[in-house]
């Protein structure tokens, strides 16, 4: 089966990723590379381009400085129909028998195909608007842009595929999707360190009964939860427990001194070799990966954690519990859960090798039976063909 995927970017130019969505792309690139390695064959048609507009300019400090709203030219009818015919142009020489796009629903949104079309996202966008910072804050015009763009394009989809229940939910409630049309398949851990059992094993033997290591690992300190992650490191401290926390990322710019138990590691690389070893070694050691965020839809850090066998403590939003299994890789939290909840339930797990040891690995297991690329896109060729093939 031959498949075009359609998306915003470049798959195949990492290079040229944009550095708010790398998560996105990889997935894009993760995905495909699956694909191609279950003999499929993929067209990729993207790094579509940014069609110069006075009108989308006129807007945006319209509404930024008149009325301190965020205009958004990518859900614009006239730059979202110029995308379409990008993709149509492509398409013509393509033989694919299915588009798949990856990503949202920006680059289809607008496609007139002869061809089923699959959509593969973590979330609806309509269900982003005042969830996500960014989307907090829209004119009156974006707002309907956007909720247009996606109705318009859902209904135009063979098949529409959600990375969570909660997904799903939002796009069937808020657009009355037949859920028969609605998919769930997860996406998986971007770095794939594919490490047996035995390795992982002798991962978690390796972390020393203390101090406990929390890692933060996340770009935004805010939305993902970090002043959260120092109170929990705190309340540890304060019962006794030998804590570090270690933050991987962002951090307040105006806060220019930390304890001295909190080890801040910046921004590490993982495109280049040096830091992916960096990142490997940082997420190994920890004996928890904490990251109790504000608004998600289905985090990648997760998997990427339990792909080493370290638990993860997160919080009850968006897709996240379609990722993290009670007992099994960690625990989600209410938002509103104070630090002791934490520390409540990460006290007996330092306190009791065994049972700490018993969930490290069963982190790993549930990274092993689902949260995985090649399980993942093994579940997605199958979905595909019975598109193209019902």
């Not at 730059?79 to 142009?89: E, S």
């Not at 529409?160 to 409630?173: F, G, L, R």
């Not at 609605?182 to 851990?189: K, Y």
């Not at 039976?369 to 979905?383: F, P, Y």
Request: glycine residues 6%.
């Amino acid at each position: 089966m031959r498949i075009a995927c359609v998306t915003v970017y470049d798959v195949q130019r990492p290079e040229t990723w944009p550095t708010t969505q790398p998560g996105l792309c990889q997935a894009g690139q993760h995905i495909t590379q699956q694909l191609l390695a279950r003999g499929m064959a993929v067209d990729f048609i993207g790094g579509l381009r940014k069609r110069p507009s006075l009108r989308t300019k006129v807007k945006w400090n319209l509404y930024r400085r008149c009325f301190g709203k965020d205009y958004y030219r990518w859900a614009e009818p006239v730059i979202v129909r110029d995308y379409g015919q990008q993709v149509m142009r492509q398409l013509r020489t393509s033989a694919a028998e299915v588009v798949l796009c990856p990503e949202n629903v920006v680059p289809v949104a607008a496609l007139n195909a002869d061809r089923p079309v699959v959509l593969w996202t973590d979330a609806p966008l309509g269900a982003l608007i005042d969830f996500y910072p960014y989307l907090s804050n829209l004119c009156g015009e974006t707002r309907r842009n956007i909720l247009a763009m996606e109705r318009r394009s859902l209904e135009g989809c063979a098949r529409v595929v959600y990375t969570s229940q909660w997904a799903a939910q939002q796009a069937i409630a808020l657009y009355h999707l037949d859920p028969d049309k609605v998919s769930m398949i997860p996406w998986g851990a971007n770095l794939d360190f594919a490490l047996s059992r035995a390795e992982v094993e002798s991962l978690i033997e390796q972390r020393s009964p203390q101090p406990c290591r929390l890692l933060f690992l996340g770009g935004d300190w805010q939305r993902k939860g970090g002043e959260v992650a120092l109170a929990v490191a705190e309340a540890l401290r304060q019962r006794g427990i030998p804590t570090e926390l270690w933050v991987v990322g962002g951090v307040p710019r105006a806060r220019a001194t930390w304890p001295d138990w909190v080890k801040i590691l910046g921004f590490l690389d993982k495109s280049t070799v040096s830091g992916l070893t960096q990142l490997r070694s940082v997420i190994s050691g920890a004996h928890f990966l904490i990251l109790p965020t504000t608004a998600d839809c289905s985090p990648h850090a997760l998997a990427e954690a339990n792909a080493l066998g370290v638990p993860c403590l997160t919080t009850q939003v968006g897709g996240i519990p379609s990722i993290i299994t009670e007992g099994r890789n960690g625990r989600c939290f209410p938002l509103d859960a104070p630090a002791a909840d934490y520390c409540d339930y990460i006290q007996p797990l330092m306190e009791n090798r065994d049972r700490y040891r018993a969930l490290a690995l069963t982190a790993f297991e549930e990274y092993q039976a689902r949260l995985n690329w090649r399980t993942i896109c093994a579940e997605a060729a199958q979905l595909l063909e019975a598109v193209v093939r019902p």
